[in-house]
């Protein structure tokens, strides 16, 4: 086996498994380079190379966009106080927010073509439904993710941070957004610390979340298999003893997992969407 041929297997035996390795992979670097991710949640606090901020807004402008409307903005925020205030926001499970040097916050973002639209004469009654809300959310969080992926082929680490939207109002008043936009998530960039390698973490199976034609409303009893590596990974990391099950459970039965973002809907209303 070549030294291509190892790494290859050995990403898909993390990623699944043992012995739940999808078969007929079609590998390129690409591939390679997508299936190695994993979120970085140590970082060292050297600024990114010269313009690798630019590289990453680049890929993110370069994501699908709903109709061509570009409904999301990304605020990068290097300065340390505001960190630590985007920190305090977030709970405090997150300390690496305030070590790496940069904090990207992904807005879903209808302001722009809000204001385009009524400078126009519209009533940009299209915003005021649902539809406008989804559509932002999917625009940012596609550039986000392109945005991430050239960071890791960077040789930079990321990792989203959903709590930007436990004290979502606070969040958009110290960035100073605009009405119909508000923060999806952040995103810490930075070069991972040394101790921050480590395997990648598995994903279930699969048959689990590929349907053929038609939903299978079964799948859930394919989730058993699991658990294994959900726990192999869990005990090589040192992790609390957690099943799956258990992690899904308490993560829906347990509203105070949501950490204030059972408020988001009002959050999100008094910033001017509708959601009709
Ligand atoms: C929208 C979103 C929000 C997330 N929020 C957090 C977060 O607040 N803190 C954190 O440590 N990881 C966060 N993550 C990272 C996930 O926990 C991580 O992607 C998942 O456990 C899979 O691990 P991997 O990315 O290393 O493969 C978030 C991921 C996404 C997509």
């Not at 390698?197 to 053929?212: F, K, M, T, Y």
Request: aromatic content about 8%; glycine content about 6%; overall charge negative.
């Amino acid at each position: 086996m070549s030294d291509k041929t190892t790494r290859q297997a050995q990403i898909l035996e993390e990623r699944y498994g043992m012995g739940h390795e999808p078969k007929d992979i079609i590998w390129n670097d690409q591939i390679e380079h997508m299936m190695s991710h994993r979120s970085v949640r140590r970082y060292l606090p050297d600024a990114l190379p010269d313009g690798a901020l630019e590289t990453m807004v680049a890929a993110a402008q370069s994501a699908s966009t709903s109709s061509n409307l570009h409904m999301w903005s990304v605020i990068a925020v290097t300065d340390p106080e505001m960190k630590s205030e985007l920190y305090r926001t977030s709970g405090h499970g997150n300390p690496f927010i305030e070590v790496a040097p940069v904090f990207l916050l992904w807005v879903a973002d209808q302001s722009r073509n809000n204001r385009i639209s009524k400078a126009n004469g519209g009533s940009a009654i299209v915003h005021d439904h649902l539809d406008a809300f989804v559509m932002a959310t999917i625009d940012a969080a596609l550039a986000a993710q392109n945005a991430a992926l050239a960071a890791e082929s960077l040789g930079l680490g990321t990792v989203y941070i959903g709590g930007m939207r436990n004290k979502s109002k606070e969040v958009a008043d110290l960035l100073g957004l605009p009405d119909y936009a508000y923060v999806t998530f952040g995103m810490v960039v930075g070069y991972p610390a040394p101790e921050a390698q480590g395997r990648l973490r598995p994903r279930p199976s699969q048959d689990v979340v590929l349907h053929q034609n038609r939903y299978e409303a079964d799948r859930a009893s394919r989730i058993a298999a699991y658990e294994e590596p959900f726990k192999h990974f869990r005990e090589d990391l040192c992790m609390k003893e957690k099943t799956f099950v258990g992690a899904v459970s308490s993560s829906a039965n347990d509203l105070l997992s949501m950490d204030g973002r059972e408020n988001l809907r009002s959050t999100v209303e008094g910033r001017g969407f509708k959601l009709r």
